[in-house]
């Protein structure tokens, strides 16, 4: 699987939410509105998005083979943790 475009959103933390993703799956198979959330224990998961429907809630895409999810994951996480350490740099002056 070739993961690649991978864009990061940042938003303002809530309730755990602080950025949402997409990437293009193998040069044909768009994903986007991917979820990163903190965990209490600390680290990084992802959420797919989903269709309210009445009181159910619809899965639109989301992994379903276990390796895969975590290559996808990990791409993810390592794409945030780099525009984050990029994103703080931007805030610091030539001095600090």
């Given amino acids: 699987m070739i993961i690649n475009e991978v864009e990061i959103t940042?938003?303002?933390?809530?309730?755990?939410?602080i950025a949402f993703a997409s990437?293009?799956?193998d040069e044909w198979l768009y994903l986007g509105s991917i979820g990163i959330y903190t965990k209490l224990e600390g680290g990084y998961?992802?959420?797919?998005?989903?269709?309210?429907?009445a009181n159910t809630s619809i899965n639109i895409y989301?992994?379903?083979n276990r390796d895969k999810s975590q290559e996808l994951e990990q791409v993810i996480i390592n794409?945030?943790?780099?525009?984050?350490?990029?994103?703080?740099?931007r805030y610091h002056s030539v001095s600090d």
């Fill in 62 to 64: 989301h992994p379903i």
């Fill in 23 to 25: 990437c293009v799956i």
């Fill in 79 to 89: 794409k945030y943790e780099k525009v984050m350490s990029n994103n703080n740099d």
């Fill in 10 to 17: 940042p938003v303002k933390p809530n309730n755990g939410l």
């Fill in 45 to 53: 998961r992802l959420t797919f998005p989903t269709k309210k429907l």
